[in-house]
């Protein structure tokens, strides 16, 4: 059974960069019928997509984030990371990883079960 | 950008009866739909793609129907862990970029 795993600090400073990584067991980032995703999810609010990456690297961004965020693979390590730059308090909330298929109609199934960063000094 | 609303915000009804949540898409998005069930703590879990497949070990009295701008889902009788929050989302081929709607909190009446 596919499960995964977020991991990274919990708090960052304003202004540096949150780093965060998803393992995945129980199968291979390296299938050519699937994408690896990041969601997140302020306290109270709902859920909005960070931006994805394929096993070859290739990525694409949520526009109104894309100039703060990098995606990156790592086969050998079946994990997949996310970077976001230049936080600030809005970046709090729970980040989720997720799988999602490369098919015409997409959707995130499964879900790891979220890690909280909180943007504070 | 295309943006989801889903109605109503909270919907309260009563265990056994039928519940139906809405969304809405300000274009059409084809069959490009899910929806998921949140509960407080964890992960939102996937129920319907495609917007009228049951994902596996979905029970049958959760529905899914819609396609272009209006999607609903029916949850013909409900149960005491059926309490919880609702989302659509949509995935957009060009520029490929996923979006949520806001959510529904179905709540016991």
């Known amino acids: 059974q596919l499960q995964l795993q977020e991991s990274g600090p919990g708090l960052v400073k304003p202004s540096e960069t949150l780093s965060l990584t998803c393992t995945v067991s129980g199968g291979s980032i390296s299938s050519s019928s699937y994408y690896w995703g990041w969601i997140r999810q302020p306290p109270g609010k709902g859920l909005e997509w960070i931006g994805s990456i394929y096993y070859s690297g290739s990525t694409y961004y949520n526009p109104s984030l894309k100039s703060r965020v990098t995606i990156s693979v790592d086969t050998s390590k079946n994990q997949f990371s996310l970077k976001l730059s230049s936080v600030t308090a809005a970046d709090t909330a729970v980040y989720y990883c997720a799988r999602h298929p490369t098919t015409v109609t997409r959707w995130f199934d499964p879900w790891g079960q979220g890690t909280l960063v909180t943007v504070s000094s | 950008e295309i943006v989801m609303t889903q109605s109503p915000a909270t919907l309260s009804v009563s265990p056994g009866e039928r519940a139906t949540l809405s969304c809405r898409a300000s274009q059409s998005v084809s069959s490009n739909l899910a929806w998921y069930q949140q509960k407080p703590g964890q992960a939102p879990r996937l129920l319907i793609y495609?917007?009228?497949t049951r994902a596996t070990g979905i029970p049958a009295r959760f529905s899914g129907s819609g396609s272009g701008t209006e999607f609903t889902l029916t949850i013909s009788s409900l149960q005491s862990e059926d309490f919880a929050v609702y989302y659509c989302?949509?995935?957009?081929?060009?520029?490929?970029?996923?979006?949520f709607g806001q959510g529904t909190k179905l709540e016991i009446k």
């Open positions: 989302q949509q995935y957009n081929n060009w520029p490929p970029t996923y979006t």
């Open positions: 495609g917007a009228s």
